[in-house]
């Protein structure tokens, strides 16, 4: 277990960044934890910038994420995150945020592939990522099991992939999908009800101009959780599978 390549970075919660109750949104969260991937990823030479120039890019493919608090505007927060794992198509990735008093208030696990630019087929990791940046910890135990599907529509909602929402591989970034999951939840729960655990399934990528379709399907019992899937009506493509937990 190398701590060297643990990375840590902190981050002040900013007035844009929080909903009307003065507290970070899920999307703000998710962009801090993409932000210290980034830089981590940068410093270890195994960025997508280092990837592009190999023909090759990074692309999530699963997240889960539980969130024990939201932290206020104006708190300052810190980011830890590592490589946990790889095999052969897929890489692990662990995420901790902690408040100013060094407690845990978000944990996560993410998989990520490599795809190669022109055919944007996945290809093996192990030529791009090396053995010895794995710190063999995860911080949620999850296989990333197969999440289900909605079975019953009882919310729907529609949104257009913008201008804003591509990043640095010119597709919609993963965070967007969160948020238009988060928009396609019914009023009454945004506004009484935040998500404490989250599980993503990134199927397919969307791209600057498609027409996307959230469907909602509400828990039955107090048990059961909020399941959501994402078509791309452009393409007529699952793109995302959701599941989750509101408190």
């Not at 994420?65 to 980011?79: A, D, F, H, N, W």
């Not at 087929?121 to 911080?139: A, C, M, S, T």
């Amino acid at each position: 277990m190398n701590e060297l390549h643990q990375f840590s970075t902190g981050f002040e919660i900013m007035s844009f960044d929080v909903d009307f109750q003065g507290r970070a949104h899920l999307s703000a969260l998710m962009n801090y934890l993409q932000d210290a991937a980034r830089l981590h990823s940068i410093r270890e030479k195994f960025s997508v910038f280092d990837l592009q120039e190999k023909g090759v890019t990074w692309v999530i493919s699963r997240y889960h994420l539980q969130i024990s608090r939201y932290p206020e505007m104006g708190e300052k927060i810190t980011v830890k995150t590592w490589a946990s794992g790889k095999h052969s198509f897929y890489a692990l990735r662990e995420f901790e945020m902690s408040d100013s008093q060094q407690k845990r208030i978000l944990a996560a696990t993410s998989s990520w592939m490599i795809i190669d630019l022109k055919d944007r087929r996945p290809v093996k990791v192990n030529g791009f990522f090396p053995d010895e940046l794995i710190l063999n910890k995860r911080i949620l135990e999850d296989d990333f099991p197969v999440l289900p599907i909605v079975d019953r529509l009882d919310y729907k909602s529609e949104f257009k992939a913008l201008f804003e929402d591509l990043d640095f591989n010119r597709h919609v970034n993963n965070v967007a999908y969160s948020r238009w999951a988060v928009e396609g939840m019914p009023p009454e729960v945004l506004f009484s009800h935040r998500p404490v655990e989250l599980q993503i399934n990134y199927r397919a990528e969307v791209f600057y101009g498609d027409s996307l379709e959230v469907v909602t399907q509400k828990p039955q019992t107090e048990t059961e959780p909020w399941l959501q899937q994402i078509y791309n009506l452009s393409t007529g493509k699952e793109v995302a599978r959701l599941q989750s937990d509101w408190k």
